[in-house]
């Protein structure tokens, strides 16, 4: 009987999965939404009074977003605030909306790469993976890998799309 070899295995081709850069920390939001009058514009006043009263123990242990849904001119001393009390309770935050701040995160989680393990590396990177925003992942990823790896490519080992090669000096 003939051994199964497994080709991917003995190619030295390194896979990497977009999912591993995911947040594994809760993301939370503030919606300035809720703090307009009619839906319009903010109260310096209320606005402070909301700063000063809110529960901000509740955002520990988590990363926050802090955004308006509403079509809304927001100044930007209001996102200061919310920002500066979250510092206060050592809670990581970004302004945007859930999504915003997990490719913030995801970025981060890039950024903390060792370019060491991937030096003239073949890698792989998977396209399957739940993440918002797939194609700003695999975007950063690409810009923090290429200058080390040897090539990379898109997808499955078994159907790959060819993204980058370096030139042989």
């Known amino acids: 009987m003939e051994e199964i070899v497994n080709k991917v295995q003995k190619s030295g ?3 990497m999965d977009l999912a591993g850069f995911k947040p594994k920390i809760a993301i939370k939001t503030i919606d300035l939404k809720e703090n ?4 319009l514009a903010l109260k310096e006043k209320d606005f402070r009074t909301f700063v000063k009263e809110n529960d901000w123990e ?5 990363v926050v977003g802090v955004y308006c849904s509403a079509d809304a001119i927001i100044p930007t001393w209001a ?8 510092q206060e309770f050592d809670v990581e935050s970004y302004v945007g909306d859930e999504k915003e701040v ?19 590396a ?3 990177i998977k396209g399957c993976a739940d993440i918002a925003s797939p194609s700003f992942v695999m975007s950063e990823l690409l810009k923090k890998l290429q200058p080390v790896a040897a090539s990379i490519m898109y997808g499955e080992p078994c ?11």
Do not use: C, H
């Not at 307009?36 to 839906?39: D, I, S, T």
């Not at 996102?79 to 979250?86: A, D, I, Q």
């Not at 159907?159 to 000096?169: A, L, Q, Y």
């Open 13 to 15: 081709l390194v896979q």
């Open 36 to 39: 307009l009058w009619q839906g």
């Open 58 to 62: 509740k955002y520990k242990g988590s």
């Open 79 to 86: 996102f200061m605030l919310v920002v500066s009390k979250l």
């Open 102 to 120: 997990e490719k913030e995160l995801i970025k981060k989680n890039i950024a903390a790469i060792d370019l060491k393990d991937y030096q003239d």
């Open 122 to 124: 073949k890698l792989i």
């Open 159 to 169: 159907s790959t799309v060819p993204v980058f090669k370096r030139k042989k000096k």
